[in-house]
């Protein structure tokens, strides 16, 4: 026959958009609409039912940035609407776009119960089904004007910040309106939304395809475009043997899940996340009564505890929706954190905090890591997840590398330790999908484990700003249950796919080390005072829980269980995958370093109250894991002290192994001597003990280096290779100055200026130690710009080590491969170490993450290594202002370092000692003793059961198998080896008589003492 398909395709397109679709609604009658405008931020449903109205029209402007509107509409349905099934639909003056990015609402009921969300593409309430008419409608709603920061792409806006956003309302509100569905004309559009979706996925020789373009043809001959109410059920019989027709026997099993990805911070604040979760999550709980076969995966147990304590009905509804089986908490973790920046100790807490969350609050324990959006994943995880009780991984973001593909969706996670984790990477290549044949055709051509495997998961729903699954999706997803041509979409609880995937696929291949994100590289320097934050709060939370289990156990001391419970999960979420990596709006960040500032203030009123019941006074305390002999800064001056691990020495002057002598610009301990140059450089370290010099003939330590850094795009996220390309020494100092600082420390001053900022660093050596230090206060006021600091080491590193999450990962210094060279800007907690055999350096930072490491070859032949810290940068998107105004931290170069040097100095630089000033008091032995220096305790508090047992958490830091002895410091009781949640664990490393304990390399090991 004559071939006119395209004819025919453009007919059916035409007909779907201009006359099926605009044929959902068949009546309408307006509402009577009155408004309140809230004066500043949200208020309760209860202050909104007592406000004062005014009556509002259609065409009105409202919404100035940030604000709320609560409507307050009335109307009648008419009584010769019986029969039909009437919604009340609303339409605020949305945009084209999708939801949770501009203006949406929650409808409550005239008694301030919450029905149901309203924003784009989702703008119905139900009435009645089948309406009486005559019913009386009264209806509340309170609608956020929340701006679209993205409106202009990556250009720099002042809306993401109340202060900043300006007065002019957003939005005109379009209609409020009681109207009738027609589903006949709406499953219409369903239909041929599905065949026509499929049809253009399937090849033009598949005789499917062309039975699909004459079914929609069958269809549109039957149809009146001018009366498709009266003519839709027989267009919609025309299409249904071609929407009968079964699956191939071999079609792919996708896995639906209705999901809402919801950012618990981004292009919003925290407050606007609370509302959204609640809009959606009523959203969801209002469908699954309407669909009964609806599954929904919920992550982030915070959004949870944010709706139960504002929305508490809606709460109520999801419960319900869990036992009925219908909603699934997923993830265990108390928010979708970011999965390279937080701390061991605190991604073991996201597990232990939000899967205690889902136990306690609604039965039920995750076995998935979920985290589709996280911007890579450590090489720790893998150990981290199992130790919670987690047996499957989820993410999606690394279908967004830029470089290379990763070769596997289904797969073996295996983690530094060496254990693994079966984890799922969705081919569908995105956590929002709508279901649409082009992702479900894409999900199946996409899946790299066709032959082994047949199954993938999808998430279906509006997402990132959430929104979730709409009753559309769920039509569309009967229509593909078993569909010629399509892949078979089961709607299932995740737990169930990967029961099913790793059933079929138990050999699945193995993926070893970290899941590098090849993108959003900058997410581990944008935002300094945040990360800073989040650093200096992991280890005060670690510092408040080891004195005041020591005091409650030595001393009777009560343990503040509610405060640092409440204190860690602050500091949980703030590590959301938008937050620490700094990729916010100015109102998150702004935010977040207030909290930080209140969380420290608390924190160090504990530390406080524990150090002083523990010791009286006129005592220092050590939290960190190994004895330190070391100069502390006493109110007095610099005195020399000696203190066990975890423990407390009287502040009392010790012999020094030497004192420092400072002649002109050159610092000696008599371990190394540092010679500054007049421009403040570092001309010279030389290791004493070895005998070498550490930099690189004539290339000048700390120096600083000034980069151009506008990315392509993502500018928050992104640092592209091409910074490379434009850089500026910063070798000029203002001045260089000997700050005399007695016998026991000597420094040299540097003060710079460049464009319209100025650095002040303060290089220190002190006695009896190796560090160099550099104390740096940074005033900075540039734009998109770098500032990197540059230590040109002479040794000739293969590879890097970089400190993770309990151990540590190795990366190539060169860049061989496309996966090495994509890897050119990379993360590390307090440590990088570089090493040649029997020499090796570090660089340590009490909060600095980015870093770049470098290889070059010299004239003489000889082998540079250069290791770069990313110190601050200043992109313009989201926040016009990031990281403007003062800075400060401290890094240090580590001469003569082995790995085990570097884990011990990393935590001292990130643990400075702590002096209790004053009078008399004994010291007290530390809670717990550990007799080799590679096994490192991270974490020492009380049970959470409140049992008053003592919990301690170490593990294995060098790469190494070891053996040690652990010595409890008081009346201890049996001991058992536990999860992070506490519980015994069948397979004990420990011999309990002996207190021995034998890790394998990176293991770590929960330990319980019973308290006798
Ligand atoms: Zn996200």
């Known amino acids: 026959m004559h071939d006119d398909r395209l004819h025919v395709e453009r007919r059916i397109d035409r007909l779907y958009r201009e006359r099926i679709l605009p044929a959902k609604y068949a009546a309408r009658v307006p509402l009577a609409v009155e408004v309140w405008y809230v004066p500043d931020e949200p208020v309760p449903v209860a202050e909104a039912l007592a406000a004062q109205y005014r009556p509002a029209t259609v065409g009105e402007p409202w919404g100035t940035p940030w604000s709320t509107a609560w409507f307050r509409v009335r109307g009648t349905v008419p009584e010769q609407w ?130 699909i373009l004459r079914a929609l043809e069958r269809a549109a001959d039957a149809l009146d475009a001018q009366d498709v109410a009266g003519t839709a059920a027989a267009a919609r019989a025309q299409l249904a043997p071609a929407l009968a027709s079964p699956a191939h026997a071999s ?80 993830g265990g973790m108390w928010v979708e954190s970011d999965a390279n920046l937080p701390g061991g100790e605190a991604l073991a807490r996201q597990l232990v905090h939000g899967k205690r969350f889902f136990m306690d609050e609604l039965g039920v324990e995750c076995e998935e890591i979920w985290l589709p959006d996280s911007f890579g994943y450590t090489a720790a995880f893998p ?71 047949t199954r993938s998961l999808v998430p279906f729903g509006w997402g990132d700003g959430g929104g979730g699954p709409t009753r559309e999706m769920l039509e569309t997803a009967r229509r593909l249950r078993d569909l010629e041509g399509s892949a078979r979409v089961v709607i299932e609880k995740p737990a169930d796919f990967f029961r099913a995937a790793e059933a079929e696929y138990p050999n ?59 204190l860690w999960k602050v500091v949980l979420l703030h590590q959301f995958h938008d937050i620490l990596p700094g990729s916010s709006i100015a109102w998150v960040h702004t935010e977040a370093e207030a909290t930080y500032a209140q969380v420290a203030d608390e924190l160090r009123h504990i530390i406080g109250c524990a150090t002083a019941v523990l010791a009286g006074a006129g005592t220092v305390f050590n939290a960190a894991p190994h004895a330190r ?67 690189a003939p004539g290339r000048p330590g700390n120096l600083l280096q000034l980069h151009a850094d506008l990315p392509n795009e993502w500018d928050a996220w992104d640092i592209d290779a091409h910074y490379r390309r434009q850089r500026v020494d910063l070798t000029e100092a203002s001045s260089v100055t000997v700050v005399d600082s007695g016998p026991l420390v000597g420094a040299v001053r540097v003060v710079r200026e460049f464009g319209a900022s100025r650095v002040t660093q303060t290089i220190r050596v002190r006695a009896g130690s190796r560090r160099v230090e550099v104390e740096t206060d940074v005033d900075w006021h540039e734009t998109e710009k770098i500032l990197k600091a540059a230590f040109p080491i002479d040794v000739h590193a293969d590879r890097s ?72 940068r200043a992109p313009r998107f989201p926040d016009p202002d990031t990281d403007q105004g003062a800075h400060r931290f401290t890094y240090a170069l580590l001469p003569g370092a082995s790995i085990v040097d570097a884990v011990a100095e990393g935590y001292a630089l990130n643990l400075p000692l702590r002096v209790v000033a004053g009078g008399e008091g004994a010291a007290p032995a530390p809670l ?15 049970a959470d059961d409140r049992s008053g047992d003592v919990i ?56 319980r003492f019973a308290r006798t």
């Open 82 to 211: 019986a029969g039909r099934r009437v919604e009340a639909v609303f339409d605020l003056g949305f945009s084209g776009g999708g939801p949770g990015f501009q203006a949406e609402a929650l409808v409550y009921d005239a008694d301030g119960t919450p029905i149901k969300g309203v924003a784009p593409r989702n703008t119905y309430v139900p009435i009645a089904n089948p309406a009486q008419g005559g019913e009386q409608v009264a209806l509340l709603v309170e609608a956020a004007a929340n701006p679209d920061v993205m409106v202009h792409g990556f250009r720099p806006t002042p809306l993401g910040d109340k202060a900043t956003a300006g007065r002019e309302p957003l939005y005109r509100l379009a209609y409020m309106d009681l109207a009738v569905l027609d589903e006949d004309a709406w499953h219409l559009a369903l239909d041929i939304e599905v065949l026509a979706g499929l049809m253009a996925e399937l090849s033009t020789s598949d005789p499917r395809r062309h039975e």
């Open 952 to 1007: 301690v958490r170490l593990y294995e830091s060098s790469g190494a198998r070891t053996t040690t002895t652990i010595s409890p410091g008081f009346e201890a009781g049996a001991v058992t080896v536990v999860d992070l949640l506490e519980r015994p664990l069948p397979h004990t490393p420990m011999e309990p008589a002996a207190a021995r304990l034998t890790l394998r390399p990176f293991q770590i090991v929960t330990l």
């Open 801 to 872: 080590a970089s400190e993770i999450q309990f151990g540590h990962v190795y990366r190539p210094t060169h860049a061989n491969t496309s996966w090495d060279s994509a890897r050119f800007e990379v993360y590390a907690h307090r440590w990088t170490h570089v090493a040649e055999p029997g020499y090796g350096v570090a660089v340590l930072n009490d909060s600095t993450y980015g870093h770049d490491v470098t290889r070059s070859t010299r004239e003489d032949g000889g082998t540079t290594t250069t290791v770069r810290l990313s110190l601050v």
């Open 383 to 453: 150990q981290i997840a199992r130790l919670a009780g987690i047996r499957w991984f989820l993410t999606q973001k690394l279908s967004w590398n830029q470089t290379n593909k990763l070769p596997h969706h289904t797969f073996r996670w295996e983690g530094i330790d060496g254990t693994r984790v079966f984890t799922h990477f969705p081919p569908v290549d995105t956590y929002n999908s709508d279901l649409s044949g082009r992702e479900v055709a894409h999900a199946v051509a996409n899946y790299a484990e066709k032959g082994a495997g």
């Open 508 to 566: 699945a291949p193995v993926w070893s080390g970290e899941l590098y994100l090849e993108l959003h590289r900058a997410t581990y320097t944008s935002q300094a005072r945040t990360k800073s934050g989040n650093r200096r709060s992991e280890h005060l939370l670690r510092e408040a829980e080891l004195w005041a289990a020591a005091a409650a156990v030595h001393a009777g001391y009560a343990y503040p269980y509610e405060a640092l419970d409440r």
């Open 629 to 695: 002999a070391e100069v502390v800064d006493a109110a007095d001056g610099p005195v020399f002290v000696r203190v066990p691990a975890l423990g407390a020495a009287r502040l009392a002057s010790v012999d020094p192994p030497a004192a420092v002598t400072v002649a002109g610009l050159v610092l000696d301990n008599g371990l190394v001597r540092v010679e500054v140059d007049q421009n403040g450089l570092l001309a010279s370290v030389r290791d004493l003990a070895a005998d070498r010099e550490v930099l």
């Open 928 to 942: 717990v003793a550990v007799d080799d220096p590679a096994v490192v305790v991270e974490a020492v508090k009380l």
């Open 251 to 330: 079609a792919h099993t996708l896995a639906a899940v209705g999901h809402a990805h919801i950012d618990s911070a981004w292009l919003w604040p925290q407050r606007e996340t609370i509302r959204k979760s609640s809009r959606t999550f009523a959203n969801v709980t209002a469908l699954a009564a309407e669909y009964p076969e609806f599954i929904f995966a919920g992550s982030q147990a915070q959004q949870y505890a944010w709706v139960k304590a504002h929305q508490p009905a809606v709460f109520d509804r999801i419960a319900e929706a869990v036992k009925a089986g219908q909603w699934a908490p997923v």
